[in-house]
């Protein structure tokens, strides 16, 4: 199995910054892409930015220029740096990896989700 664990969420006062790190270990063969998504309370949950395994990058139109991910693939680890913090930010973030496992003599490819880390923008 795979298990994505995420840390650096919390309350920041507008205009501040937090970092997410979101950490993937396991039994893994590759990490693909990897991403950062996030669900407000009574919304669908949304891409906020995604990382091929080569760093080329997606990011949601309401936070380019205010975040930038970034990954260590030797560490397996994905980060979400998110500067200019506004109340809309406010949701749960999840990480997402794609994730290729070996398995019974084949290469299983399949998504994992981390549990999610709440960041709270309020003054």
């Known amino acids: 199995q795979v298990q994505l664990v995420e840390s650096g969420g919390g309350l920041v006062q507008p205009g501040g910054s937090l970092r997410l790190s979101c950490a993937a270990s396991?039994?893994?063969?590759?990490?693909?892409?990897m991403g950062w998504y996030r669900q407000a309370p009574g919304e669908q949950r949304e891409l906020v930015a995604r990382i091929t395994s080569g760093g080329s990058t997606t990011y949601a139109d309401t936070v380019k220029g205010r975040f930038t991910i970034s990954r260590d693939n030797a560490k397996n680890t994905v980060y979400l740096q998110m500067n200019s913090l506004k109340p809309e930010d406010t949701a749960a973030y999840y990480c997402n990896a794609d994730v290729t496992q070996w398995r019974n003599g084949q290469f299983d490819p399949k998504a994992y989700w981390g549990q999610g880390t709440q960041v709270t923008v309020s003054s």
């Open positions: 396991g039994s893994i063969f590759r990490i693909n892409a």
